[in-house]
């Protein structure tokens, strides 16, 4: 089945780049390799490139999804570093934006 989507499988490739790949692919593949690709952003320390590629990428619930994702690791990821503050604001960031979302 992935055998046509081989060019957007994780194989050494930057966050990003997936993130621009997975846009070729079907919505209902999309969702998760979007995850991935933030995951590796969020290890790698190339959050805001990963951001600027989902911004890139086809509107629709993957990418709205991807982004609320994102918001939340690096919320968590300022959670661990102390950073409680700057935490709350992503997190009520992310609830505004879901809200607006589902209006």
């Known amino acids: 089945m992935l055998g046509e989507y081989e060019f957007a499988l994780p194989l050494n490739k930057a966050p990003e780049k997936i993130i621009a790949n997975s846009a070729k692919m079907p919505a209902q593949m999309r969702g998760m390799m979007y995850k991935g690709a933030i995951d590796e952003a969020v290890s ?10 989902l911004n890139q990428a086809p509107a629709g619930k993957e990418r709205d999804d991807a982004l609320a994702y994102l918001g939340s690791k690096v919320a968590e990821t300022k959670i661990k570093d ?20 589902e209006q």
Request: hydrophobic content about 30%; cysteine-free.
């Open 44 to 53: 790698g320390g190339t959050i805001e490139k990963a951001r600027e590629a």
């Open 82 to 101: 102390g950073k409680i503050e700057e935490a709350r604001k992503i997190i009520d960031k992310l609830s505004s934006n879901k809200e607006k979302i």
